[in-house]
């Protein structure tokens, strides 16, 4: 079996799920694995982010979350610390007064949403990420829209890391279970052939079981070469397979480390983690 630079030491420890051999998601791999190395700093970075929704006050204070090639960054912290206003910002759906979000060393600061995903952005929001009247496929569809090649080897990939979907390809998205929304939603994402994910709270309101499930496929698109940059309100299970994580408290920088790093760190279990 070949050795896989993105077998390492992350939490997750089920290497059945490592399929390093095929093609999958073959040309975000090769994209994001070409240039930044030169810069010496993660591909996506919003750093030191200062602002907030319109006229209204600054919701990030000097906030930074990045996203290295090959790894999961995970963004925790309470509920209302910022965490998908840091999202937004990074994505390009409000102003940042302060500070800057660079693209594999590209200052993007000033670009709108649909330009960041021309340039390789995928962002899968918090709420409303499907469009729950059309099928699985036409949704997989939509998320295709900024190409023009043909996509259906892309579909087939993300049929093939969500075999369920491919079943249910004709059925309305709002028909499916919690943990099925979610994978339309990254599936859609996916279908733009992003050079990096962004999931804002992937796993909400679906069981332990399926949690764990849509982690394991998470991993997986990460050992594609796509960087991830995920928040998660399982703070302690989103840790276990985190590269990189971050802690936010009132739109602060509060911890950042690897995630056994946090998962150790006597301050952020007792203040995050129960203990
Ligand atoms: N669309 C919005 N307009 C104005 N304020 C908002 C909006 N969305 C969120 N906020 C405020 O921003 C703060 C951070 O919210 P949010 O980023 O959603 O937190 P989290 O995702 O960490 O739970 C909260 O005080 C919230 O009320
Ligand atoms: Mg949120």
Same mark, same amino acid.
């Given at each position: 079996m070949t050795k896989s630079p993105? #077998?390492?030491?992350?939490?997750?420890?089920?290497?059945? $799920?490592? =399929?390093?051999?095929?093609?999958?998601?073959t040309a975000a791999k090769n994209a994001a694995r070409d240039s930044v190395a030169q810069t010496?700093?993660?591909?996506l970075i919003g750093d030191a982010m200062t602002g907030g929704y319109?006229?209204? +006050?600054? $919701?990030?204070?000097a906030c930074t979350i990045a996203a290295e090639k090959g790894e999961i960054a995970v963004i925790v912290g309470p509920n209302g610390a910022g965490k998908s206003t840091a999202m937004k910002a990074v994505f390009g759906m409000?102003?940042? =007064?302060e500070g800057a979000v660079r693209l594999d060393g590209e200052d993007?600061?000033?670009?709108s949403p649909q330009q960041r995903v021309v340039k390789g952005m995928g962002f899968v929001p918090q709420?409303? =990420? $499907?469009?729950?009247?059309?099928t699985v496929e036409e949704n997989l569809e939509m998320g295709a829209f $900024?190409?023009?090649?043909?996509?259906k080897d892309t579909m087939t990939q993300v049929y093939d890391l969500f075999p369920i979907l491919k079943d249910k390809r =004709? #059925? +309305?998205?709002?028909?499916?279970?919690g943990g099925q929304r979610q994978q339309v939603a990254v599936g859609r994402a996916l279908m733009t052939q992003p050079k990096v994910l962004m999931l804002d709270e992937?796993?909400?309101?679906?069981s332990p079981i399926v949690m764990d499930e849509l982690f394991d496929r998470i991993i997986e698109v990460a050992r594609t070469g796509i960087p991830i940059l995920m928040v998660e309100q399982n703070a302690r299970q989103a840790l276990e397979i985190a590269d990189k994580a971050y802690v936010l408290v009132q739109g602060r920088n509060a911890h950042t480390g690897t995630g056994k790093e946090l998962l150790a760190d006597e301050q952020v279990r007792r203040s995050f983690l129960g203990g």
């Open positions: 993105y #077998q390492d030491d992350r939490g997750n420890k089920d290497r059945s $799920i490592t =399929n390093t051999g095929g093609g999958t998601l010496g700093e993660p591909f319109g006229k209204g +006050p600054d $919701i990030l204070h409000l102003n940042v =007064n993007i600061t000033h670009l709420t409303s =990420n $499907i469009f729950t009247s059309m $900024i190409r023009r090649d043909d996509f =004709n #059925q +309305p998205a709002g028909e499916l279970s992937p796993t909400a309101g679906v």
